[in-house]
């Protein structure tokens, strides 16, 4: 046997084992752990419809909050100017947890993001978060 015709034999072997445990009921929560969803893509942006709506009282001025059941970051960096960006990091795709000092933080490798413009200030990542439409209404900020 060559080596080609090992490999063909154990890639051959992987797929059958896979059907196997397809038609026991095994792959498919493995397969569903990789499905769809609203998530983020590899820009950052949402890949769902919707709107995400938190009070203007909950956005603080010169910080923002983190709305992690949408993976979205409200900001306000000037009183009355708010913005909104993804929650998931541009370097690894971490979700970011807080929001101090003026800067979007990111916990996996230290990435800071501005609250003006998503831009990266330090840490790894390269590439601003991908922002979001704002909408505000009353004493309600819409992200979408």
């Not at 960006?85 to 979700?95: D, E, N, P, S, V």
């Amino acid at each position: 046997m060559t080596e080609s015709d090992t490999t063909s034999t154990t890639s051959l072997d992987r797929r059958t084992m896979l059907r196997g445990a397809a038609v026991g009921g095994v792959a498919l929560p493995l397969l569903a752990a990789c499905g769809g969803g609203d998530k983020a893509t590899s820009d950052g942006e949402s890949s769902g419809g919707g709107w995400a709506t938190v009070a203007a009282a909950d956005v603080p001025v010169g910080g923002g909050t983190i709305l992690k059941d949408q993976e979205v970051v409200v900001t306000q960096p000037k009183k009355g100017d708010y913005k909104a960006f993804t929650a998931i990091c541009t370097h690894q795709g971490c979700t970011v947890t807080k929001v101090e000092g003026g800067q979007i933080v990111c916990p996996c490798h230290g990435s800071h993001f501005s609250i003006e413009d998503g831009s990266p200030i330090s840490g790894p990542a390269q590439k601003a978060l991908a922002s979001k439409t704002v909408s505000v209404k009353g004493d309600q900020v819409s992200v979408g």
